[in-house]
């Protein structure tokens, strides 16, 4: 009976101390992210805004990091590292941990450009076939589900991003961008970029 006693007593110590290992874990996890992407996930030059970004394309992205889809030269130097070795439910957590962060507008484009850029993503430009960015991204460019959030991403992490996708780099996921990212001008990719990092 002493025995039991001690080994029930022995179990209820180890699975107290469980959650604490798993949040300890997650903390080791959000504190290496915030290296780059900044402490309350408001990023750093080419390292993107993670705050209010929607949960389930953050976790689409660490999958396509960590199984080398996402290949363009930021990802293949710093997030295929990064994201070896997460584990399924790390990743889960630490989208949804990022994504309930508040985001806030970067601020950082041209403002003589972001009249040009509002047109193009709430109208698209019709003569060269290219749909309104809405249509996807939604009139806020909050985004939905696996389609992220533009809005207050830093032109210069938007710019990069729309110049890979004419340069042939890939997603985590087949995407539409590729063909978008073709059919607009340097000019246009200014403007875009521009207007979204000041969207809130």
């Known amino acids: 009976m002493k025995r039991i006693a001690l080994t029930l007593a022995a179990l209820t110590v180890l699975l107290a101390a469980a959650p604490a290992h798993a949040g300890d874990a997650m903390s080791a996890s959000i504190r290496n992210c915030t290296w780059c992407h900044g402490t309350s996930a408001q990023g750093y030059t080419v390292a993107p805004r993670l705050a209010g970004q929607q949960a389930r394309y953050l976790e689409t992205q660490l999958y396509g990091f960590a199984t080398h ?47 040009r850029g509002q047109a193009i993503y709430s109208q698209g430009i019709p003569e060269a076939n290219v749909a309104a960015c809405l249509a996807c991204h939604g009139p806020n460019a909050q985004g939905i589900r696996d389609i992220p959030r533009l809005g207050g991403l830093s032109y210069s992490y938007l710019k990069q991003r729309l110049e890979q996708w004419n340069q042939g780099y890939h997603g985590a996921v087949p995407s539409p961008m590729p063909v978008v990212a073709r059919s607009l001008s340097a000019d246009e990719v200014e403007a875009l970029a521009s207007y979204l990092s000041f969207v809130r």
């Not at 130097?77 to 994504?99: E, G, V």
Request: net charge positive.
């Open 69 to 115: 889809r996402r290949d363009n030269p930021a990802s293949k130097q710093y997030m295929w590292n990064a994201t070896a070795a997460l584990k399924d439910s790390t990743i889960r957590d630490l989208a949804d941990y990022f994504a309930a962060l508040p985001p806030r507008p970067a601020n950082d484009g041209h403002r003589d450009l972001a009249g």
